[in-house]
């Protein structure tokens, strides 16, 4: 089955760049494109995509502030940020709202197909340092283990299998059960974990695990 893709960007000849990129990839189906943060609140939760690919600096309100809202409607929802400048606090607070990674709009042409398909697999594209930012985020925020909501063996097991970058109906297919419940699980792991993410899960559980 094809992902179903969001594009949001207010530049309208970078927007139907995107648009034109992704409908040529056979693994993936446009389901829409917005050149703003409200229009996309409006329409996406409708559409029902697997895939945002969001700009960071839209008009009015902005990318991080969308995810954010976007995430509490559809928590399965991957959303790819897209960014001008490699600036590491606007890339790290939409990784915190509930963003899976970012792409440089410049390398958008080369490597957004590349970046959209990671995300599936339950990685995370983004840079080094930013990389090194979350963690050490999590290393200062992490409260003792004695003190968090512990997930269960499932959930465990759920998490140990997307630290191997599976996607939910690969979970589902290798444990045995349905796709339905194993975003139920995934639900309950993101409010034990305090995350809106499935990297911030992760990178917690490692933690955590450490």
Do not use: W
């Not at 189906?29 to 409006?42: H, K, Q």
């Not at 759920?158 to 191997?164: A, Q, T």
Request: glycine share 6%; hydrophobic share 45%; aromatic share 4%.
């Amino acid at each position: 089955m094809r992902a179903g893709v969001i594009i949001v960007e207010d530049d309208r000849s970078v927007r139907e760049d995107l648009v034109a990129l992704v409908r040529t990839d056979e693994r993936l189906r446009l389901l829409g494109a917005f050149s703003s943060a409200e229009d996309a609140l409006r329409g996406i939760p409708a559409l029902q995509p697997q895939l945002i690919v969001m700009d960071i600096n839209l008009p009015r309100m902005n990318g991080i502030e969308c995810v954010a809202r976007l995430k509490l409607l559809l928590p399965q929802v991957l959303v790819l940020m897209l960014t001008v400048y490699e600036d590491g606090d606007s890339i790290f607070r939409a990784l915190k709202s509930g963003a899976t990674g970012y792409l440089v709009k410049r390398d958008a042409s080369e490597k957004l197909l590349d970046a959209l398909q990671e995300v599936q697999r339950g990685g995370a594209p983004m840079s080094a340092h930013i990389a090194r930012q979350v963690v050490q985020y999590f290393h200062r925020s992490e409260m003792p283990a004695a003190e968090a909501e512990r997930p269960s063996p499932r959930e465990r097991e759920i998490l140990d299998l997307l630290v191997k970058g599976l996607i939910l109906k690969e979970v589902a297919d290798q444990l045995g059960i349905s796709l339905e419940t194993v975003r139920t699980h995934v639900t309950h792991i993101y409010q034990k974990l305090h995350v809106r993410s499935r990297t911030e899960a992760v990178v917690k559980y490692l933690r955590q695990s450490q």
